[in-house]
């Protein structure tokens, strides 16, 4: 096979998770007259839903891995905690992108922040932290307020803990519970900015952003774009973002998450090798979204222009709306500039990222005025239901 061939429409896709990630990549793919195959632990998952097949398995079933490479032209990821020697099984059979070396160093924190240093892009001070021990020496070094994270398989504020002294090092080590951790100074910034950008096998690149992000709970509330910085700051990040996926030999569609400190310089914070939450607005504010770029990076075709249309406010819609009723969706819908999108999750767990809206105006005030006010109309108005974890969101 020549892996560097453009794979047409009418082919064979694959992606490893069944999440909302994935949900949105299959009906990009289908559009431009695709199949995709999704494999996922679960049949019920948003993404299975939606596919042409799917592989039902754990990820560590290899046979299920061969199986599921064997019928697909070219594999993609939906998150960036598929183990990897999944990933490496399925390459032998058929190309995956972005690929394994991608993977680890993006599914690994200490990992990801030593490439980051090695190539000089600009990250806080940091420690690999192997032990309590280690962890106190760290905060010591440091001399700051640090937050130490989990190596792998934390997100969402999950694996991490802030420390203002090495006196609590052996109880945040022990609440943890881990044998690898990764020890940064906090940041004093002013904003969170992502990056997308988009890599084809012939070295095709498109750079997105950035934009703008808040958090609530250490999870993402509302992304905006433009994002409202500076010129040279948004060119700084978008040199940042490329240069990085030059570096990672990037096949496929990261994303760049940053901090602009308040000094104005920018660090990198971390990489995911995916579409990521903050650009669900491209959906409706892009001429071209995440999800479709994604597709024609992997299958080697041209890549489309992310020119932004309009002004955006994105808002992410968690399992507590559902906490005292079921929301009522007349309430939004009715309403033309904003898009409701819900992915399909049986049940509306606190935290649980069960859906998000986006508003489009002339301005990003208007945009965030309009999506923030929607979602406050969700949340005190609705049909009563007295057990909200037994509400059912249909596909």
Same mark, same amino acid.
């Given at each position: 096979?020549?892996?560097?061939?453009?794979?047409?429409?009418?082919?064979?896709?694959?992606? #490893?998770?069944?999440?909302?990630?994935?949900?949105?990549?299959?009906?990009?793919?289908?559009?431009?007259? $695709?199949?995709?195959?999704?494999?996922?632990?679960?049949?019920?998952?948003?993404?299975?839903?939606?596919?042409?097949?799917?592989?039902?398995?754990?990820?560590?079933?290899?046979?299920?891995?061969?199986?599921?490479?064997?019928?697909?032209?070219?594999?993609?990821?939906?998150?960036?905690?598929?183990?990897?020697?999944?990933?490496?099984? +399925?390459? !032998?059979?058929?190309?995956?992108?972005?690929?394994?070396?991608?993977?680890?160093?993006?599914?690994? =924190?200490?990992?990801?922040?030593?490439?980051?240093?090695?190539?000089?892009?600009?990250?806080?001070? $940091? =420690?690999?932290?192997?032990?309590?021990?280690?962890?106190?020496?760290?905060?010591?070094?440091?001399?700051?307020?640090?937050?130490?994270?989990? @190596?792998?398989?934390?997100?969402?504020?999950?694996?991490?803990?802030?420390?203002?002294?090495?006196?609590?090092?052996?109880?945040?080590?022990?609440?943890?519970?881990?044998?690898? @951790?990764?020890?940064?100074?906090?940041?004093? #910034?002013?904003?969170?900015?992502?990056?997308?950008?988009?890599?084809?096998?012939?070295?095709?690149?498109?750079? #997105?952003?950035?934009?703008?992000?808040?958090?609530?709970?250490?999870?993402?509330?509302?992304?905006?774009?433009?994002?409202?910085?500076?010129?040279?700051?948004?060119? &700084?990040? &978008?040199?940042?973002?490329?240069?990085?996926?030059?570096?990672?030999?990037?096949?496929?569609?990261?994303?760049?998450?940053?901090?602009?400190?308040?000094?104005?310089?920018?660090?990198?914070?971390?990489? @995911?090798?995916?579409?990521?939450?903050?650009?669900?607005?491209?959906?409706?504010?892009?001429? &071209?979204?995440?999800?479709?770029?994604?597709?024609? +990076?992997?299958?080697?075709?041209?890549?489309?222009?992310?020119?932004?249309?309009?002004?955006?406010?994105?808002?992410?819609?968690?399992?507590?709306?559902? +906490?005292?009723?079921?929301?009522?969706?007349?309430?939004?819908?009715?309403?033309?500039?904003?898009?409701?999108?819900? $992915?399909? !999750?049986?049940?509306?767990?606190?935290?649980? !990222?069960?859906?998000?809206?986006?508003?489009?105006?002339?301005?990003?005030?208007?945009? =965030?005025?309009?999506?923030?006010?929607?979602?406050?109309?969700?949340?005190?108005?609705?049909?009563? +239901?007295?057990? $909200?974890?037994?509400?059912?969101?249909?596909?």
């Amino acid at each position: 096979m020549d892996t560097r061939a453009s794979i047409q429409p009418g082919a064979t896709l694959g992606i #490893f998770g069944g999440g909302q990630l994935g949900r949105m990549f299959v009906t990009a793919a289908s559009r431009l007259g $695709y199949r995709v195959i999704v494999f996922c632990p679960s049949a019920n998952d948003p993404a299975a839903r939606l596919a042409d097949d799917v592989v039902v398995a754990p990820y560590d079933d290899h046979e299920a891995v061969r199986d599921f490479a064997s019928r697909c032209d070219v594999i993609t990821l939906e998150f960036e905690n598929v183990p990897d020697d999944a990933v490496e099984c +399925a390459q !032998k059979l058929a190309p995956v992108r972005p690929g394994v070396d991608v993977l680890r160093i993006a599914q690994d =924190r200490i990992r990801e922040r030593a490439f980051l240093d090695r190539h000089g892009f600009p990250v806080s001070p $940091y =420690r690999h932290v192997p032990s309590a021990t280690a962890l106190e020496d760290a905060v010591r070094a440091l001399n700051t307020d640090v937050v130490v994270k989990t @190596a792998r398989l934390g997100y969402d504020g999950r694996g991490q803990v802030r420390l203002g002294d090495a006196a609590a090092a052996s109880s945040a080590w022990d609440q943890l519970s881990t044998d690898s @951790a990764l020890c940064e100074s906090v940041v004093d #910034f002013q904003c969170e900015l992502s990056m997308l950008v988009a890599r084809s096998p012939a070295g095709r690149i498109e750079v #997105f952003g950035p934009i703008e992000n808040h958090h609530a709970h250490h999870i993402l509330d509302l992304s905006v774009v433009p994002a409202e910085v500076t010129p040279q700051i948004g060119q &700084t990040a &978008t040199d940042l973002a490329r240069d990085i996926a030059l570096a990672l030999d990037l096949e496929g569609l990261i994303c760049v998450e940053m901090f602009v400190t308040t000094d104005g310089s920018i660090l990198v914070n971390e990489l @995911a090798p995916r579409p990521h939450n903050s650009g669900h607005l491209t959906i409706e504010a892009c001429r &071209t979204s995440q999800f479709e770029q994604q597709v024609r +990076a992997i299958c080697n075709l041209p890549l489309a222009d992310m020119e932004l249309r309009t002004p955006a406010a994105m808002v992410n819609l968690l399992g507590d709306l559902w +906490a005292h009723h079921t929301p009522a969706w007349s309430h939004v819908l009715r309403d033309s500039t904003i898009a409701l999108h819900l $992915y399909g !999750k049986d049940v509306p767990r606190a935290r649980r !990222k069960m859906g998000h809206m986006t508003a489009i105006a002339s301005s990003v005030g208007d945009a =965030r005025r309009r999506v923030l006010d929607a979602r406050e109309r969700l949340a005190n108005t609705g049909e009563e +239901a007295d057990d $909200y974890e037994q509400v059912v969101i249909h596909a």
